[in-house]
């Protein structure tokens, strides 16, 4: 039987089992259900740490003493290396902002599957952006559950916004907002994480952003080169038997960071002392992941976070990831030197570019060879 393209095409079937190519092998069901009764049976105390970044957000009238700014720095440290991941609070990113945001996806998901199919992607060919279904990337020819809408969202002279919905009309003007909103806040908390480690606030986005390929300083070929934000939306369906299937399988982002916001149904689990801890909505906040490329930038220091997206029988979840990500050629991925210069801190990973680390991933995930970060 040929599968319909789309998982929403599938769910909205009404199958009451879901085809083979969805189900996941034995040794991964164990752990898996319904998000849900997940949430509701989970009586671990452990909990996502909960950040507040306030104090380092310009306030013209109230500014923040240092003790305050010095807290922040150390629990955002924390929370990036026990964790990898944490919610944050006061990002000073306004709640009609972000609900304008998440108007505007619905609007498009809620529209017919031929409609969206107008947005097609076609990774085949190399278009990656637009609408589409993971296809099996792995040997075994797995697929999940879920659709997503893909495009580049800043810096805003690249985006293409002919290839962003036209529907609902408002979809560019808010996500375009949105965009420059994490841009700022990106900036933030690469100033955070770098003090965290005791370097000049500044020292993550120049390592993000400098041309190791450039000649010489002042050329007036030289690039002016920016991190790249890359907008996902998750769209999961409801799913007959989710203790069967996976949203998202286990996985670290690629990114330096990711910020997630969602639509308050559960799903996202974070693996932590050798468990999966379901996230919680915390009301307001954005959710932040520590990718490889500040794994590798800070030598192991701050925890690239294995996660993953579980499904559930009630409610469609959405999830609107935007990734975080230094330029794919130009940038070469290293530990910073002043973390290594210490023989007792050798340099844990290999010198790579963003595009060879991410090609090293694909080629161990189709071969399905566990896939670390270095090699
Ligand atoms: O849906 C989520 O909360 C996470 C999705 C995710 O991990 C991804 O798109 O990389
Ligand atoms: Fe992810």
């Given at each position: 039987?040929?599968?319909?393209?789309?998982?929403?095409?599938?769910s909205?079937?009404g199958v009451?089992?879901i085809?083979?190519e969805?189900?996941?092998?034995?040794?991964e069901?164990d752990?898996l259900?319904?998000?849900?009764?997940l949430?509701d049976?989970?009586?671990?105390?452990e909990?996502i740490?909960?950040?507040d970044?306030?104090p380092f957000?310009?306030?013209c009238?109230?500014?923040s003493?240092n003790?305050?700014?010095?807290e922040?720095v150390e629990?955002?440290r924390r929370?990036a290396s026990?964790?990898g991941v944490m919610h944050?609070?006061g990002?000073?990113?306004?709640d009609e902002?972000?609900?304008?945001?998440?108007?505007?996806g619905?609007?498009?998901?809620a529209?017919?599957?031929e409609?969206?199919e107008?947005?097609?992607?076609?990774?085949?060919?190399?278009q990656l952006?637009g609408?589409?279904?993971?296809l099996?990337?792995n040997?075994?020819g797995?697929?999940?559950?879920e659709?997503y809408?893909?495009?580049?969202l800043q810096?805003d002279?690249?985006?293409d916004?002919?290839l962003?919905?036209?529907?609902?009309?408002?979809?560019?003007d808010?996500?375009?907002?949105?965009?420059?909103?994490?841009?700022d806040?990106?900036s933030t908390?690469?100033?955070i994480?770098?003090?965290g480690?005791?370097?000049?606030?500044s020292?993550?986005?120049?390592?993000l952003?400098?041309n190791?390929?450039?000649?010489v300083?002042g050329d007036?070929?030289?690039?002016?080169?920016?991190?790249?934000l890359?907008?996902k939306?998750?769209?999961?369906?409801?799913?007959?038997?989710?203790?069967?299937?996976?949203?998202v399988?286990?996985?670290t982002d690629?990114?330096a960071?990711s910020?997630i916001l969602?639509?308050?149904?559960?799903?996202?689990?974070?693996?932590?002392?050798?468990?999966?801890?379901?996230?919680?909505?915390e009301s307001?906040?954005?959710i932040?992941?520590v990718?490889?490329a500040?794994?590798i930038?800070s030598n192991?220091?701050y925890?690239?976070v294995?996660?993953?997206?579980l499904?559930?029988r009630?409610?469609?979840?959405v999830?609107?990831?935007?990734?975080c990500?230094?330029p794919?050629d130009?940038?070469?991925?290293?530990p910073?030197?002043?973390?290594?210069?210490?023989?007792?801190?050798?340099?844990r990973?290999t010198?790579?570019?963003f595009?060879?680390?991410l090609?090293?991933?694909?080629?161990?995930?189709?071969k399905?060879q566990?896939?670390?970060i270095?090699?």
């Amino acid at each position: 039987m040929e599968l319909p393209a789309r998982v929403e095409a599938l769910s909205l079937s009404g199958v009451s089992a879901i085809p083979a190519e969805y189900v996941r092998p034995a040794d991964e069901r164990d752990e898996l259900g319904d998000a849900f009764d997940l949430l509701d049976n989970d009586q671990q105390e452990e909990r996502i740490p909960v950040v507040d970044i306030s104090p380092f957000l310009m306030t013209c009238c109230l500014p923040s003493s240092n003790k305050e700014k010095e807290e922040v720095v150390e629990a955002v440290r924390r929370a990036a290396s026990e964790w990898g991941v944490m919610h944050i609070a006061g990002h000073g990113i306004p709640d009609e902002v972000m609900d304008r945001l998440r108007a505007a996806g619905t609007g498009f998901f809620a529209l017919p599957i031929e409609a969206k199919e107008a947005y097609a992607n076609d990774p085949g060919s190399g278009q990656l952006q637009g609408y589409g279904s993971r296809l099996a990337t792995n040997a075994s020819g797995q697929r999940e559950w879920e659709d997503y809408l893909f495009h580049l969202l800043q810096p805003d002279h690249l985006a293409d916004h002919k290839l962003w919905p036209a529907h609902p009309p408002d979809y560019v003007d808010a996500t375009r907002q949105f965009g420059r909103h994490v841009r700022d806040l990106a900036s933030t908390l690469l100033s955070i994480l770098s003090l965290g480690m005791d370097l000049p606030p500044s020292k993550l986005e120049d390592e993000l952003t400098t041309n190791h390929n450039k000649k010489v300083k002042g050329d007036p070929e030289e690039e002016e080169l920016n991190m790249l934000l890359q907008m996902k939306i998750n769209y999961y369906p409801v799913c007959p038997q989710p203790e069967l299937a996976v949203g998202v399988e286990a996985h670290t982002d690629v990114s330096a960071l990711s910020f997630i916001l969602h639509n308050g149904v559960p799903g996202l689990q974070v693996r932590h002392a050798d468990r999966w801890v379901t996230a919680r909505s915390e009301s307001g906040t954005i959710i932040v992941h520590v990718g490889d490329a500040l794994e590798i930038l800070s030598n192991g220091r701050y925890t690239s976070v294995l996660h993953r997206g579980l499904v559930n029988r009630e409610a469609v979840r959405v999830s609107w990831v935007v990734f975080c990500e230094p330029p794919p050629d130009a940038v070469i991925l290293r530990p910073l030197p002043e973390l290594v210069s210490h023989p007792d801190h050798p340099p844990r990973f290999t010198p790579r570019t963003f595009k060879e680390h991410l090609d090293i991933k694909l080629f161990k995930k189709k071969k399905k060879q566990q896939v670390i970060i270095d090699c």
